[in-house]
């Protein structure tokens, strides 16, 4: 997946995985951690044995990278990042090289959907 001409795009660190599908990441330079959910990407949750497999493959996957970038999709000049807030976590992209990001990475090896599944909540 390419990066999306429109957005915010920022160089992070990643300080943590939560789950499968969210992780804590830092803005280069900064202390404070932010939560980011992983669009199109769908993990069992994480008291489950698959949610627990997906958390832990997602910590292998982002073991040893120094940084990332995270993208957040927005229309050019938005001044409300809230509105991209579920949940106390931002939603968007997570790339791990200038090609490939950490949905797509968890889909390809059969730890997420790209869907929500269906009868979820």
Not at 68 to 93: A, C, E, Q, Y
Request: with cysteine; net charge positive.
């Amino acid at each position: 997946m390419q990066r999306p001409p429109v957005g915010l795009c920022l160089p992070c660190r990643i300080v943590k995985v939560r789950d499968g599908d969210t992780i804590e990441v830092s803005l280069l330079g900064s202390q404070y951690a932010w939560a980011v959910r992983l669009m199109d990407c769908w993990c069992a949750e994480r008291n489950t044995a698959a949610g627990k497999a997906a958390k832990a493959f997602a910590e292998e996957v982002v073991a040893g990278l120094k940084h990332v970038h995270v993208w957040i999709p927005s229309r050019k000049h938005t001044l409300n990042l809230l509105r991209f807030v579920s949940f106390d976590r931002f939603i968007g992209h997570v790339f791990i090289s200038d090609i490939a990001t950490l949905s797509e990475r968890m889909v390809c090896a059969g730890h997420a959907t790209k869907e929500k599944p269906k009868g979820t909540a």
